[in-house]
């Protein structure tokens, strides 16, 4: 394992040896990855099993139907798992945060991890229905997964942020990380690249989805994910002036 | 006395939050005080031009109220969606100051999949030639 101590703490119900696929899609461009795994828990209804916690996180407590909830929490469906975060993770944790997430990926001996994020696409307002891109910690077998997926490889640009560090450390550790990227807004909540995101993500998972309610109330999702987006907007522009690129380009 | 990297960082980590805590609290104190949504938004500026964006969902294009002054823009709208929490109206407004005077005949708006873009063309200062007597 890489780090000497961890800064994250992982509290789980689940087994010694998973064997599922882990999907993840933490707050950043319009919050498509974010608006993904939220509403993939609300219609799959999985078990929650789990949290993850860090004295470094700030003192917020989310109320969903009048139940206090973790702020980064961890679900077990049938055939995957899933973490969905109330926040964004804070820049200068993003690297720690990765690392001790992988640390618990391959302890509880999780097959493969599936990111879903936004790809900011200037020219969002004049697409349909925006393209789908893969990248792989494995090059050889991205291709592959794009045929499979009817999407695009992502070819040139920059991935930052949470995702990319994810995907930086499991091509290191040898470990299966897929990352998904939907033409996205960049400063408002997404639902519509969200919505590819799941269609893309059922044929992966072998789960069905229907994004139809989602694309249906799109208008009540943006209205009321105003206040993370205005985080998270804090928390890209933080990490874009650590590393003077815009948050992110192809 | 001794000094961590860590401590450093985590000032500046909860500087930054709470920066954003009271970004978020003074939007909340605007909106229960005016009964307003107060959109999200965005300006960028290109060579020639800025481009305001506003997020604002659930708005009839011909209900939006914009007034375009010199040094900045204003947007009033009423929104159609019953809004789950109270303290809001259902009523978007913003004022957006611009970096620099415009000439407000230059703007060109248009409402697409609920995104209020805004095109403003910026003043060009081109040098006058002179001749030399």
């Known amino acids: 394992m890489s780090e000497a101590y961890s800064v994250f703490s992982f509290h789980d119900r689940l087994g010694e040896k998973v064997g599922k696929t882990l999907v993840v899609g933490f707050p950043d461009t319009g919050l498509a990855g974010a608006i993904s795994v939220s509403y993939a828990v609300e219609k799959l209804e999985p078990e929650e099993v789990g949290y993850i916690d860090s004295s470094e996180l700030p003192p917020i407590l989310p109320i969903r139907r009048a139940e206090p909830k973790e702020l980064i929490r961890i679900y077990e469906s049938r055939n995957f798992l899933t973490i969905v ?12 945060f990765a690392s001790d997430l992988l640390d618990w990926v ?3 001996g999780v097959s493969g991890v599936i990111c879903l994020t936004g790809l900011a696409e200037p020219k969002r307002l004049e697409l349909e229905t ?21 999407c695009e ?34 400063n408002y909540p997404d639902p519509g690249a969200a919505a590819q995101l799941l269609n893309k993500l059922t044929k992966l998972v072998n789960e069905k989805i229907d994004v139809k309610p989602l694309l249906e109330s799109e208008e009540m999702v943006r209205l009321q994910l105003r206040d993370l987006m205005r985080r998270t907007t804090e928390a890209m522009v933080q990490k874009s002036r650590e590393m003077e690129l815009p948050p992110v380009y192809r | ?33 005016t009964g307003c949504i107060m959109p999200l938004y965005s300006l960028v500026e290109t060579e020639d031009e800025y481009v305001l964006t506003v997020d604002m969902p659930g708005v009839r294009k011909e209900d939006i109220d914009m007034q375009v002054f010199e040094k900045h823009i204003a947007v009033e709208a009423p929104c159609y969606m019953k809004i789950p929490s109270r303290r809001q109206g259902n009523r978007y407004r913003l004022m957006v100051e611009l970096p620099q005077s415009i000439n407000p005949e230059s703007v060109r708006a248009r409402y697409l999949q609920g995104v209020l873009e805004v095109r403003i063309n910026k003043r060009t200062s081109k040098g006058v ?3 030399i007597e």
Do not use: C
């Open chain 1, 106 to 108: 391959q302890k509880k």
């Open chain 1, 85 to 96: 975060s109330e926040i964004p993770i804070p820049p200068p944790l993003i690297r720690p």
């Open chain 2, 1 to 33: 006395m001794s000094y961590s990297p860590w401590d450093f960082m985590r000032r500046l980590r909860r500087q930054f939050e709470s920066e954003v805590e009271d970004l978020l609290k003074t939007i909340k104190e605007i909106e229960s005080r």
């Open chain 2, 129 to 131: 030639k002179i001749n």
């Open chain 1, 153 to 186: 490889v992502f070819n040139e640009g920059f991935i930052t942020g949470i995702h990319a560090e994810i995907l930086r450390l499991g091509m290191r550790r040898g470990l299966e990380v897929v990352i998904l990227l939907s033409q996205s807004h960049l």
């Open chain 1, 130 to 150: 925006p393209a789908v891109f893969v990248v792989s910690s494995r090059p050889r077998d991205v291709e592959k997964v794009a045929k499979d997926l009817e």
